[in-house]
DNA sequence: TGTTAGCACTCGACGACATTGAGTGCTAAA
DNA sequence: TTTAGCACTCAATGTCGTCGAGTGCTAACA
């Protein structure tokens, strides 16, 4: 268990590694005001906090940067709530602002404004669609042998699929099976879509639709790639400006993960609900060993949907970036609430 | 004019600056066999080049480089066509074997190994939808005041808009509207639904849909968004590789131009049909003045739809990505006709 | 017993300086 | 016109000494 005094100088060196990106030493602490403590106490507990493992020094003359725990530390418990500077509010709000046209913009704005205003990268996951409703489902026939199969779901977000057509259908039997289709599956979350297929429509199918079995593993296509994760991510060059990156290759090895989108999804996919932060080594990617990320989820209707968050080195302004980043959901959750209700 | 034996030299110096990244020198042009000329006598040689703006001197005791103009000259007059390798064919093919299934799967396929092959970063823009004509139009009401309005071309693509709907539209209008619009429009090209609307379905609209104007306003939002520009990149951290782009702030410029779409569009959207080579400052961008661009078109039915591209640094293996990329506009091009067609 | 002043020590950063070598330009001879 | 030879240039590299921020330890102090 640290010490108050301990965790007051755990705190003053993180705060100042944040801002300054160098190591902090012990007369930079003690003449921090507040602490009326010398330099020569702080240098022995900065000794014990080292021997704990919250901290660490690249050399032997150097001062102390915070080890990956030291930061887990810090979020954990000394970190305060930071209120948002009037500026940063005004220009946060500016997405809430403009009408929404299409989710995807409002996402796009999001992932862009928060890019903006912390100077880090920001990436957005989502919205989920699983749980989204089928509203209308059609099929439009391009030619004899293909068609496109778009399905419409309550929240006004279209998904199209290229089906390939079994030899010989007439055009009277494919509006057959969308009219069974759209009175049968109408309201069915899409994620139940297939097994309600097989459950519930096939049976009529089989007494309506010719020819049958074709038909239904034709239709089943449309119905499979749905939910497909989108990503959205903005201010890739802002990892440059961390001096932590100053060497090419680090960033190399950086860029190239942020090119791989499932691995990209597969660390922000935020299987918790709320506020996710992972420091350093605790991403168990080796590559992410000098970043952090900070996730949090929004909502539609108070269910999760969606995860929005960002990346940056492991010396992180956190406490802004909570901030931010729950302000943000805040409003985008109420956005795509009113959006998808129906406002 | 240049003479015989300074196209030779400035050729060698260029393919050497390509594969070595370093200036080179008199000796090891004088070495390389075929040339009976000693180095003295190249070293005059390269002396006139540089007085006539082919070839730069990084500093005074260092070899040459070639300059934006040395470029031009040996893209224009000094490269000969090059055959690909098996082993380059055979990856090549990859992507032609496979089932296609949407349209956008090849697009990004073909960047995927576009930026694979050449170790550039690769753009692919399109394909364009102008041209493409109107198959079927749908709108899905969601609520009271919201549809979707959904296009389908005779390529399979699909469009959406969010619509706002007028206060108080019976379903029934709705509908009537829809049926008015596919037999009027359908086989339209995309670029003229606006002002055939208004020509040719507004009349027929006023007879027989309430209340007339609102709708128009409507619908016309559904046209108006068509046809924005679809861009994808891949290999961007390829750029860290070249030994040019070692410093970190050269890089930084360029991933932010690589972050603005807008920006890519506009220096790859080929205006001129067929390859384009654009090196340096030919780019009248200041961030692109060490790079340079290669791009060519791809085709529809022998009509341009988009453009195939990569961007890297001036120093590039042109003749190799020409090969390249001639080959993969012609794959591209027999595909997307195939499917667009209709085989 | 905890705190602090003092001091020797460590080690990266930085600048001065010499060395090296690839490459040039010029001159004079072939 | 070509080429051998030579003096010259200059980035790159390495070595060395200095500087200073920062430490750890010890001994004195409250």
Redesign the pocket.
């Known amino acids: 268990m640290l010490s108050d005094?301990q965790r007051c100088i755990l705190h003053a060196i993180v705060d100042n590694y944040i801002r300054s990106a160098?190591?902090?030493?012990?007369?930079?602490i003690s003449k921090r005001e507040g602490l009326?403590?010398?330099?020569?106490?702080?240098?022995?507990?900065?000794?014990d906090l080292?021997e704990l493992g919250y901290l660490e020094?690249?050399?032997?003359?150097?001062?102390?940067v915070p080890s990956t725990k030291g930061y887990r530390f810090y979020v954990d418990n000394l970190i305060k709530p930071q209120n948002l500077s009037e500026e940063e509010l005004a220009n946060l709000k500016q997405i809430f602002v403009d009408r929404i046209t299409h989710v995807e913009q409002v996402i796009e704005q999001t992932a862009a404004i928060l890019s903006q205003v912390t100077n880090y990268t920001s990436v957005v996951l989502g919205p989920e669609i699983f749980e989204h409703r089928l509203k209308h489902i059609q099929i439009v026939p391009l030619n004899e042998q293909q068609a496109v199969a778009i399905v419409v779901t309550h929240t006004g977000r279209v998904e199209n699929t290229l089906l390939d057509l079994p030899q010989d259908i007439p055009p009277s039997e494919i509006e057959k099976l969308v009219n069974i289709l759209n009175s049968k599956l109408k309201d069915v979350p899409l994620w139940q879509l297939r097994q309600r297929l097989y459950r519930e429509v096939a049976s009529e199918m089989r007494r309506h639709v010719e020819p049958y079995e074709e038909m239904l593993v034709t239709i089943e296509e449309a119905f499979k790639n749905e939910g497909t994760d989108r990503i959205f991510l903005h201010g890739r060059a802002k990892i440059i400006n961390q001096p932590e990156f100053r060497d090419v290759e680090k960033v190399k090895d950086l860029f190239e993960l942020l090119e791989q989108n499932d691995q990209l999804i597969k660390l922000f996919n935020n299987r918790e609900t709320g506020l996710m932060i992972r420091i350093g080594q605790e991403n168990s990617i080796d590559v992410m060993k000098n970043c952090s990320i900070v996730t949090t989820s929004y909502y539609v209707d108070g269910k999760p949907v969606g995860t929005v968050g960002i990346l940056g080195p492991t010396r992180l302004d956190y406490a802004k970036v909570i901030a931010v980043l729950d302000y943000l959901a805040m409003g985008l959750s109420r956005i795509l609430t009113d959006a998808f209700e129906g406002k």
């Open positions: 005094r160098e190591p902090v030493g012990s007369r930079t009326g403590i010398s330099s020569a106490t702080i240098r022995n507990e900065m000794a080292e020094q690249p050399h032997t003359s150097a001062g102390r």
